[in-house]
């Protein structure tokens, strides 16, 4: 029986899933689990930081039914597609990509999901897509470039709402494979501090090494 977690994900035998929005549909070879009329779609926590960060503990969830997420590094739509899901018909997923390759992938995606908008660009340029979207609930980041910090606060400053939330998985190594981790990530969270009021920082071994998940409202 499926218990909810948070508004819109799920744990299906005591495993992490979301309601599909479209039934039938595999995004990533995911398992899809059916009880009565409701199809769950089950979230691999080792090809997700999201899913990830939620099972490690992350306590509260901005991601809900009906928000608006602007997506930085979709790639091929794993975790994009489970946002999908948790916001449903009512929301938007506003997904920027850069590497062409992936972005194959992701169209094929947002043709079955309608609350999926796919964004050729590069998240160090905001501006080139800002006439695309407005302001967002969240904005989602997982951006793996030494730069991942500037990528943020340009985003966030052009498109998160005041009291919106912000949510980034940040690699140690792409930002200084010279220096360790935790010195790092504590670098990171005191720049992250000037926009957003951190409420969460999650480590994301055993499924992502050398990763720090960090969630917080903008000022």
Same mark, same amino acid.
């Given at each position: 029986m499926a218990e909810?977690? #948070?508004? /819109? *994900? #799920? &744990?299906? /035998?005591?495993?992490?899933?979301?309601?599909?929005l479209t039934p039938g549909f595999r995004v990533y070879g995911?398992? &899809?689990?059916?009880? /009565?009329?409701?199809?769950?779609?089950?979230?691999?926590?080792?090809?997700s930081k999201l899913a990830a960060a939620i099972h490690k503990g992350l306590s509260e969830m901005p991601i809900k039914p009906g928000s608006s997420v602007l997506y930085l590094g979709a790639s091929t739509g794993t975790t994009a597609s489970h946002v999908s899901d948790i916001v449903g018909a009512d929301g938007? *997923?506003?997904?920027v990509? #850069?590497?062409?390759? =992936?972005?194959?992938?992701l169209l094929s995606v947002c043709e079955k999901r309608g609350?999926?908008? =796919?964004?050729? /660009?590069?998240?160090? +340029?905001p501006q080139e897509y800002e006439g695309n979207l407005g302001k967002v609930d969240?904005?989602? +980041?997982? *951006?793996? +470039?030494p730069d991942q910090d500037g990528i943020f606060l340009k985003n966030s400053a052009l498109f998160l709402k005041k009291g919106g939330w912000g949510m980034i998985a940040i690699k140690s190594q792409s930002i200084d494979v010279t220096r360790q981790p935790s010195k790092v990530f504590a670098e990171f969270v005191q720049k992250m501090g000037r926009e957003i009021e951190v409420r969460a920082q999650i480590e994301l071994s055993p499924y992502d090494l050398d990763h720090l998940f960090i969630a917080g409202r903008k000022k």
């Open positions: 909810e977690k #948070f508004p /819109g *994900v #799920f &744990l299906v /035998g005591g495993r992490l899933a979301t309601k599909s995911e398992k &899809l689990v059916r009880e /009565g009329d409701t199809e769950y779609r089950m979230w691999d926590l080792h090809r938007a *997923v506003y997904c990509e #850069f590497a062409q390759r =992936p972005m194959r992938d609350n999926m908008l =796919p964004i050729m /660009g590069d998240a160090r +340029q969240v904005v989602y +980041q997982d *951006v793996a +470039q």
